[in-house]
Each structure stands twice: as C-alpha cells, then as structure tokens.
C-alpha cells in the first residue's frame, strides 16, 4: 500500500503547475465574461431608462396643450372639459383642473372616473401638485393590485393658483407596448416611480410578483420623467454574452485539469517504470550479492569442515594415542606414591608432584581431544530454563570473592538437557577465570521473537579484537594452560541445537559477554 501510495515529485509538481495555470485561465475569462455581461446589462439597462423617460415625455405635451387651452379660456372648466375628451383615448385616464384653496386644491373641472368638481383632493396629491411647475411633477403609488401614476403641472404654464394633472391605473404586472418594447426584450425591469427602489411606487415590472424584487446580479438606473427621478432596476434574462463565452471558462478550467491529470499520470507512469526497473536490479543485485554471500559462507564451511574434519582424525589419533601410555604413567606414579608413603621425602616429593601435574594436564588433553571429534547428537526433552540455570549455577559454584547472579525468563526449552547444561559450565567457568577471583559473572535466558538467548557475561578485563576474532578456533587459547578446545566444544554443541554462539565485547561497559542464541523451534512455550 506504501509503495501504491508513493507519487513522483515531478508528476505532483507539473500536475499542480498545469492546475494552477487552468484555475487562472478559469478566473481570467471568467471575470471577461462577467464584466461584458456587466457592460452589456449597464447599457441595455441605461437605454431602457431612456426609452422610460422617452415615453413619458409625451404627457407632457398633453399636459402642455391642456395647459394652453386654460391660460386662453381664462381657467373655463367647459372649455377644459371639452379640450380634455378630445385628448382622452381610455376611460381609465383622468384630466384634472384644480384650483388652490386654502392650504390644498380642490377640483374644478375632470374627465374619467374617480374625480368629481368640487372634490377636496388629499394631502398628497395637493403637495405634488404645489410642486408642479413648466417640468412636471409626477406621484406613483401601488397598493399591492394597482399602480397609479399622477403627472402634472402648474404655474406659469397655468394660471396662478391652478394645477392639471394625469392620471392613470395599471397594474404593474400585465404586458403592456411599453413593456413589450426592443429595449425589455433582452433583460427584465422593475420601474419604481421614485428615486429608490421604493416597492410602495412600483409602476412597471416584467416578472412575475413572486420575482419582485430583482435579485442576483442587478443594475440600477433612473429615468428622468418631467422633474423627477424614477428607478429602473434591470437584470438580464439569460447570458448578453452568449453561451460559449459563459461556458468557455469551465471549457478551459475542465481542458486544463484533464491535461494535468494527464501529464501526472503519464510522467507517473514513466516513473514507475524506471524505478520498478531500478528496483528490479537493485533486488537482483541484492539476490546476486546474498548468493555470493551464500557461497562464501559454504566456502567457508566447507573449509572449516575440512580442517575440522582433519583435526578431528588428527586428534582421534593423538588421543587414542594418549590415553594408554598415559593411563601407564599415571598407574605407575599411583604405585610409586605408595611405595615412597605420603607425603614422599622432599627431594622425591618435588619430582613426583610435577610428573602428577603434567600427566594430568595430558589426560585432560586427550579427553578434550576425545569429546571434540566425538559426533554427539542431540537428545532433546523439555527442559525448564530456570531450573537449568540453577542447576548450572549449583554445580559450578563461584570463587571467594565472585558473586553469581542467575536471571531467567519462565519458558520451556527443546534442548539436549546435558549438553546445554555442559554450554553453560563452560562460559561460567571461563568467566570466573576472567575476573581473577574477583568480579561479578551474569547469567541470563530470555526468549526473543526469533527464539531464545542464553548469555554469559563479566565485568572483567575483556578480551581484545584480534582475539575475539579466534575464540572458537580449536586449539587457539588466551590461556597459557588451556587446550583450546573448550570454546570449539561449546560451538559445535550450540551448533548441533541449530543455534548460534557470539562474543560481545561492548565499548560502553567492562568485560565480556557470550551470548548462545537457539531458534525458535528450540522453545515450546512461554509461561504467563
């Protein structure tokens, strides 16, 4: 899985460059294309405000006829009457003559519904027209089903103290011409007769209700209309700049991530190539070099196997050789004791006590020698670690002045019980050698993932490199009255188990430390 998950830097980095170029292509076009919308919506908008205030401009002219006509009639309500049915087309229009009175107007000549002569207008409606000049005033009002729209003037176009208005109701949702003009055809509106958006002036909107207000990405303008300043409030009804260049942006965002992800998986896959091929030769190269490695450690058992095999028929010979004459001369010197009494005069004491020294120092060559080419196979049983420590350590007790720590794990082992205990005798015995008769000796048994270790260790003087490098050559001692065997002994037992025996000879503390590792077949189980 680590090795599926693992990405070449070159394959990331052009992925990320080639990415990253696509975002910016994406936001570069994508910001073009929403500022010509932008554009294109500001000017379509702009020229629907002027279309609105084209539009309206023509009241004004009626107003202004109306206007003429009262000047001339001296403020006749028949004449204006009569002048205003010819200019109404709608009986939804209304054309007001008014007159001051007091602090409002009050209405002295109407065509259409809803105004009767002599109405007293309302508050609002006398203040708009208070405000009527030569440019119109213009009131909008919507009460949620109508829309109505007041447009008038007044002095000097009229005389003093007299106002004409027009009048109409719509509602504000029905297609109308002006609605249905080139201007609206490419954006909705929404026309408030006020300077804001105000929704209680709405005139004109060509969406439904449910859309009102615009929203999204709107503009604002006004129209001017007479003296006052409506609002136009537009937002296109689909892409001004057409489809491709509002899709073109995702064309080149998705083209660009599809190229990095193929460029990554390309370069990816010629990576991966090239590393399985230098995997394939590093791994060879390792197989090559562990076969030699295989080789040499055959060479070099092959080699040992010969001497070994030479010494043992060397050594067979030398001590079978051995053992008679000396088993002669230790019988003779027994006999002679005997005769000379014990102990023997002096000058005779002294001769016999070093031909006893030295024969026995014989007799334990040629049993070393013996043990050494004698095959010895295993005869395995269950044997309990710590027990077998203790029996080691009972049978082999330390000098004065040598302490002996036994420390063993609870496990079984599968070993030939006496030639593991004869392993340890050994490394115990030599290392109280070691320390001089005077020291500390160690003796542990731990199980490890791969089997046991049984070690051995002092805090004696140690043993040099060179040395360390020979230990378990036969006939090779530090000693200067060892065989050399003993050692070569301990190998070839350990080794007959399917183990391994070490010398550790650490920097960071004093002594040495043996360490019999035996495989794991060797342990049967753990205690809890």
Request: proline residues 5%; without cysteine.
């Amino acid at each position: 899985m680590r090795r599926l998950l693992h990405v070449a830097p070159l394959s990331l980095v052009l992925a990320v460059v080639i990415g990253a170029a696509s975002i910016v292509g994406f936001v570069f076009f994508k910001n073009s294309a929403d500022q010509q919308e932008r554009t294109l919506l500001e000017s379509d908008n702009s020229q629907a405000a002027l279309y609105v205030g084209s539009v309206f401009s023509g009241i004004g002219s009626i107003l202004d006829s109306l206007a003429t006509a009262e000047v001339l009639s001296n403020g006749s309500p028949a004449v204006f009457a009569s002048r205003a049915h010819a200019l109404s087309a709608s009986n939804q229009l209304n054309l007001v003559l008014a007159g001051k009175q007091g602090a409002g107007y009050v209405v002295t000549s109407a065509v259409g519904p809803g105004f009767t002569n002599g109405q007293v207008l309302s508050p609002t409606v006398s203040a708009t027209l208070a405000r009527a000049g030569s440019s119109f005033s213009t009131l909008v009002s919507y009460d949620g089903k109508k829309s109505a729209a007041l447009f008038a003037v007044g002095p000097p176009l009229t005389s003093a103290g007299t106002a004409i208005f027009f009048r109409f109701t719509i509602d504000p949702y029905v297609k109308s011409p002006v609605t249905a003009a080139r201007p609206f055809a490419l954006i909705k509106v929404a026309l408030y007769g006020a300077p804001t958006a105000d929704p209680g002036a709405l005139i004109v909107a060509t969406v439904p209700k449910d859309q009102i207000p615009l929203t999204g990405d709107v503009v604002t303008d006004h129209a001017t209309v007479g003296s006052a300043k409506w609002t136009l409030v537009g937002a296109a009804r689909s892409s001004l700049v057409g489809s491709f260049a509002r899709q073109a942006p995702y064309i080149i965002l998705g083209l660009g991530l599809f190229i990095a992800l193929l460029v990554a998986v390309t370069v990816e896959v010629l990576d991966r190539r090239r590393r399985y091929a230098s995997n394939l030769v590093e791994q060879r190269t390792a197989d090559l070099e562990a076969t030699l490695a295989d080789l040499r450690a055959a060479q070099a058992a092959l080699v040992r196997g010969e001497r070994l095999r030479a010494l043992g028929e060397m050594a067979s010979v030398v001590g079978h050789e051995l053992r008679n004459p000396l088993a002669a001369v230790i019988n003779a010197l027994y006999l002679l004791r005997r005769r000379l009494g014990e102990p023997a005069e002096p000058e005779y004491e002294k001769h016999l006590a070093m031909a006893e020294r030295e024969t026995s120092k014989a007799a334990t060559l040629a049993e070393d020698l013996t043990a050494f080419v004698r095959p010895r196979e295993p005869k395995k049983e269950e044997v309990d670690a710590p027990t077998l420590l203790r029996e080691v350590a009972e049978a082999s007790p330390p000098p004065a002045e040598v302490s002996l720590d036994v420390d063993a794990d609870p496990f079984t082992l599968v070993v030939d019980r006496h030639q593991l205990a004869e392993v340890l005798t050994n490394l115990v015995t030599n290392a109280y050698q070691a320390v001089n008769g005077d020291g500390a000796v160690r003796v542990t048994a731990r199980t490890t993932p791969s089997g046991a270790e049984l070690a051995v260790e002092d805090n004696g003087p140690g043993i040099d490199a060179e040395a360390s490098q020979r230990l378990f050559e036969p006939f090779f001692t530090t000693k200067h009255d060892g065989t050399g065997l003993g050692l070569a002994i301990v190998q070839r037992l350990v080794e007959a188990h399917g183990g391994t025996v070490s010398f550790d000879d650490a920097a960071d503390r004093d002594g040495a430390r043996v360490v019999v590792r035996l495989p794991d077949q060797a342990v049967r189980a753990t205690a809890s």
